[in-house]
């Protein structure tokens, strides 16, 4: 039994993750109804910035903190330079030209900062908390709780300014009506602004503790494969829904790696999450809290 | 004449073209203040193009619009709204995730002046600022006589109730000029009456100055206190509703050119 919570646990921690992850998609959908492919180049870029310029010999607060300043910089420039020109234009012309940023976020990001490996020490111990493995026998690492509180924390607070403030209602609003919302005075550049950097900020603490825990690599950029299924599974505009989303699939993989892994062969960890996010499809394809679909004909 | 007092807004030359195709030419008419005053016309007329130059959506080739005592040739739709313009679409244009609540206080958007690290940390203005926007708006709410609705999403509404939503919405912004692109289209009967009445309501109770481009020409003759008529993108006429009605042209216009009219 303790071997079972041990593995669910770990899977539900690893899901926050996830879902942190799948929180910066859901941003930069819900205010703009596009999927935004840059997303895992943004998580890279903020991980190997902020461990480039701590190399560099500055501090990990302030190199953080330079980064974050860069990641609303790099915010304006996305705004100003690819998303006006494209304002009118048909949400695929806007995908396509995500997927070109992101091969330029990456290329840029490896030119500047060089391609090694990275290590990123926060400064938090990745060790099982000992009171917990005394006591319950269960290990959970110091570290994953840390990012676990992280994660949900920027959850919650960006749950609630969307639905608190008149800012995050001018965001869903552009999301649901661009007319509409000029119309009422809503300022477009403005609220995009907003978005992309709040989207670009969470990629950045996805990237630092993904980064802190396997380092800052490359690969980073293949997190953001994973918060496909999450996103399908919770809804690609809901931010409570990229939470659960991640919830699921983290203790899900894990589950089925330990317990029907060994059956047909192992490894299944890596493709169980998109057999999930396909059935989900076939039965509820707005996800569990995503909007529902009303078709009329 | 009437124009002892400077009209609120003066639309003079306005021409609009798209490519080769002129939408507007050379357009010229004046909307008085508390005026409800239509633009009519058949389909094609070039009605919801004169609303979009207003409004600043479009931006006429040649023209100019004076607004307050303000001459001016660009304005942008924020500008526009910021300077009192509201305004419903033909296609119903709503925040369909919203609840009816959250779409008027949304349509009260400028009133609010919290920054946006205030509201981040949602502390104090920002807090007030929302109680005091929501109240405002429940007597928007009150007067469009959609209590029963307020926390439904509006997806779910029928289509009659979306567009009183709209003119609510429209309304929360307290519009000096309400622009209403045919917000009676496509409504029943009874669903048509209830909306002039909310539109001549806003208009007396608030003074609200309404330019609305409606087909049914019984609610036209009936709520409107001056129509301009345009045809092809050109002024046809403008005056009260009976000398429009029995306007030569304005017939030819509606029956089609060849026919006679006895």
């Known amino acids: 039994m303790a071997f079972f919570v041990e593995v669910l646990v770990g899977g539900l921690l690893a899901g926050v993750m996830y879902g942190l992850v799948a929180l910066g998609f859901v941003l930069i959908y819900k205010a703009s109804g596009v999927f935004n492919f840059a997303q895992g180049a943004m998580v890279f870029l903020g991980a190997l910035t902020a461990t480039g310029l701590e190399q560099q010999g500055v501090p990990l607060w302030l190199a953080i903190a330079m980064t974050a300043i860069f990641t609303v910089v790099l915010a304006i420039l996305i705004e100003r330079l690819i998303l006006k020109p494209l304002l009118a234009q048909p949400p695929i012309s806007l995908f396509m030209a995500t997927l070109g940023l992101a091969f330029v976020i990456e290329g840029l990001a490896q030119a500047v900062w060089g391609n090694n490996a990275r290590a990123l020490d926060l400064g938090i111990p990745d060790v099982p908390l000992e009171w917990l493995l005394d006591s319950t026998g269960v290990g959970v690492s110091t570290f994953d709780l840390v990012a676990s509180i992280i994660a949900l924390a920027l959850i919650g607070v960006l749950s609630a300014f969307f639905s608190l403030t008149k800012t995050g209602r001018a965001l869903r609003a552009v999301a649901d009506d661009t007319k509409a919302a000029l119309s009422v005075g809503i300022p477009l550049e403005r609220v995009l602004i907003i978005v992309w950097s709040a989207a670009g900020l969470v990629a950045l603490v996805a990237g630092l503790l993904w980064g802190a825990r396997n380092g800052v690599q490359y690969s980073l950029t293949l997190v953001a494969l994973k918060a496909f299924p999450v996103l399908i599974i919770g809804g690609f505009s809901s931010i409570p829904g990229a939470f659960a989303g991640g919830l699921i699939i983290g203790a899900s993989e894990k589950l089925a790696d330990v317990y029907i892994g060994p059956m047909i062969g192992g490894g299944i960890e890596s493709w169980f999450p998109y057999v999930l996010a396909l059935l989900f499809l076939l039965v509820r394809p707005e996800g569990l809290f995503g909007d529902r679909i009303i078709r009329r004909v | ?262």
């Open chain 2, 1 to 262: 004449m009437q124009n002892a007092i400077p009209p609120l807004l003066q639309l003079r030359g306005i021409s609009l073209r798209f490519g080769g195709v002129a939408a507007l030419a050379n357009i010229s008419f004046d909307v008085q203040e508390h005026e409800v005053r239509a633009i009519i016309g058949p389909n094609g007329a070039g009605k919801s193009s004169m609303l979009n130059v207003i409004n600043g959506i479009y931006c006429p080739q040649e023209g100019e619009i004076v607004f307050n005592g303000e001459k001016r040739t660009r304005m942008s739709t924020r500008m526009a709204a910021a300077a009192g313009f509201a305004r419903t679409f033909q296609n119903i244009a709503l925040f369909q995730g919203m609840t009816v609540l959250e779409n008027v206080v949304a349509g009260r958007n400028l009133k609010f002046k919290a920054s946006l690290l205030e509201q981040a940390v949602w502390f104090g203005r920002a807090r007030r600022e929302e109680a005091a926007q929501r109240e405002k708006a429940e007597e928007v709410i009150e007067f469009m006589e959609l209590e029963r609705y307020r926390k439904k999403v509006v997806s779910q509404l029928p289509y009659g109730l979306q567009k009183r939503v709209e003119l609510a919405r429209a309304l929360a912004a307290e519009p000096r000029i309400l622009l209403l692109d045919e917000p009676m289209a496509g409504m029943n009967a009874e669903e048509k009456r209830e909306m002039c009445r909310f539109i001549l309501n806003s208009n007396r109770r608030d003074g609200t100055t309404i330019i609305l481009i409606e087909h049914d020409m019984s609610v036209v003759m009936d709520i409107s206190d001056r129509i301009v008529v345009l045809d092809y993108g050109r002024k046809i006429a403008d005056g009260q509703p009976k000398c429009v009605r029995d306007n030569d042209e304005v017939i030819r216009a509606y029956l089609g050119r060849s026919e006679r009219v006895g």
